[in-house]
């Protein structure tokens, strides 16, 4: 099982000037993130924010920081991206079985469905599960360098991580919005 | 070809507007036939509409600019996807079908449907956009498509959404 607080770091470590997107649960632990190309997205619509962006700036890589949870709340996105496809995006789900926010109270059905299988079920072609640390850190590499759109299962442990973001929402979209002007 | 719909789709073009994320309905029926017979929008099917709020949203921070083509009451479904759009400033137009309007008559609390279909039933499009203090503008008929360029320099004004609410162009009812 990894900890969350290492796969931030992971993702971090493996980027430079790709796109993060995440929900917000999923990043507790904000200061292992980059510091740029940022945005967080409404419940549920981390995928949807990410197929925007992926296929607004087809030359970079967009990675979506989603958590188990979340995506089950927008499971209708997975068809949507398997029919555009795009090679540029990565879908992380951060699989904990908790909705984590309120105090880790357990998701319906968990331990009863896959989300890697309602990914393949879907129509992604590429879908990977990591179950350690190294395991996550090779996936995410070879994501990054292969065509995709890639769905990237990672089993994190519950509560680790620490606060949530302090950049207000307005004071991310217009960070991001400039970092992606052209130069 | 509704006139109509060409017409909304070359405003969208003139504003710049590349894709369209959509879920068909039968309202917008005319809209969308016109659109997927534009060769200058794309068209992405969505299941849901937050989605396509949200994919929106991500093409126009990554630079591209877009609208959505989707009904009132998805938009309804979509509450938590629309308030961070809000949130976020974002100067997006956005085409929303304004389910059955032809069926409602004005009343004193805002629209109401007619005894024929939905007695004493209120239509809460309006006051449900109102909620989120967003501007719409109905586009009824073919002097009305000017109301989407009044949209657009409202939302880059105020750097917020705005609401264009279509009605049919062509009678189409539902499933026939």
């Known amino acids: 099982m990894i900890q969350r607080s290492d796969l931030l770091r992971a993702v971090r470590e493996a980027t430079s000037s790709e796109i993060v997107v995440s929900v917000m649960s999923a990043v507790k632990g904000w200061d292992r993130l980059p510091e740029h190309f940022f945005w967080c997205t409404a419940m549920g619509y981390g995928s949807s924010v990410g197929l925007g962006l992926a296929l607004a700036q087809p030359?970079?890589?967009?990675?979506?920081?989603?958590?188990?949870?979340?995506?089950?709340?927008?499971l209708g996105s997975l068809v949507t991206i398997a029919g555009v496809a795009p090679p540029n995006l990565i879908h992380v789900v951060l699989e904990n079985g908790l909705?984590?926010?309120?105090?880790?109270?357990?998701?319906?059905?968990?331990?009863r469905f896959s989300l890697s299988?309602?990914?393949?079920?879907?129509?992604?072609?590429?879908?990977?599960?990591?179950r350690e640390l190294g395991e996550f850190e090779s996936r995410l590499a070879a994501a990054l360098n292969e065509p995709g759109p890639?769905?990237?299962?990672?089993?994190?442990?519950?509560?680790?991580?620490?606060g949530l973001p302090k950049m207000t929402l307005v004071g991310m979209t217009r960070e991001l919005t400039r970092a992606l002007e052209p130069e | 070809m509704s006139e109509r719909g060409e017409r909304i789709c070359e405003r969208l073009r003139?504003?710049?507007?590349?894709?369209?994320?959509?879920?068909?309905?039968?309202?917008?029926?005319?809209?969308?036939?016109?659109?997927?017979?534009d060769p200058g929008l794309e068209m992405i099917r969505v299941c849901s509409e937050g989605e396509a709020l949200s994919i929106v949203a991500g093409l126009?921070?990554?630079?591209?600019?877009?609208?959505?083509?989707?009904?009132?009451?998805?938009?309804?479904?979509?509450?938590?996807?629309?308030?961070?759009l809000s949130d976020s400033r974002l100067p997006l137009v956005l085409l929303v079908g304004y389910i059955s309007y032809r069926y409602m008559t004005p009343g004193p609390r805002g629209r109401m449907?007619?005894?024929?279909?939905?007695?004493?039933?209120?239509?809460?499009?309006?006051?449900?956009?109102?909620a989120f203090e967003?501007?719409?503008?109905?586009?009824?008929?073919?002097?009305?498509?000017?109301?989407?360029?009044?949209?657009?320099?409202?939302?880059?004004r105020t750097s917020r959404p705005a609401i264009a609410l279509i009605t049919s162009a062509d009678g189409y009812l539902a499933g026939t």
Do not use: C
Request: proline share 5%.
């Open chain 1, 59 to 74: 030359d970079r890589k967009v990675i979506v920081l989603d958590g188990d949870g979340s995506l089950l709340m927008n």
């Open chain 1, 99 to 111: 909705y984590e926010l309120p105090g880790a109270v357990e998701l319906p059905g968990e331990g």
């Open chain 1, 117 to 130: 299988a309602f990914a393949r079920a879907a129509g992604w072609t590429r879908v990977w599960q990591a």
């Open chain 1, 150 to 162: 890639v769905f990237l299962s990672a089993e994190v442990a519950p509560g680790s991580g620490e």
């Open chain 2, 14 to 37: 003139g504003h710049g507007v590349e894709y369209v994320t959509w879920l068909p309905d039968s309202e917008t029926r005319f809209l969308h036939q016109a659109m997927l017979e």
């Open chain 2, 60 to 84: 126009h921070v990554g630079g591209k600019r877009a609208t959505t083509l989707i009904e009132n009451n998805g938009l309804f479904d979509s509450g938590n996807a629309l308030r961070w």
């Open chain 2, 113 to 130: 449907w007619s005894d024929d279909y939905w007695p004493g039933v209120r239509d809460l499009t309006e006051p449900f956009i109102d």
């Open chain 2, 134 to 156: 967003i501007p719409h503008y109905l586009i009824d008929s073919d002097d009305d498509v000017d109301k989407i360029d009044q949209a657009y320099a409202e939302a880059e």
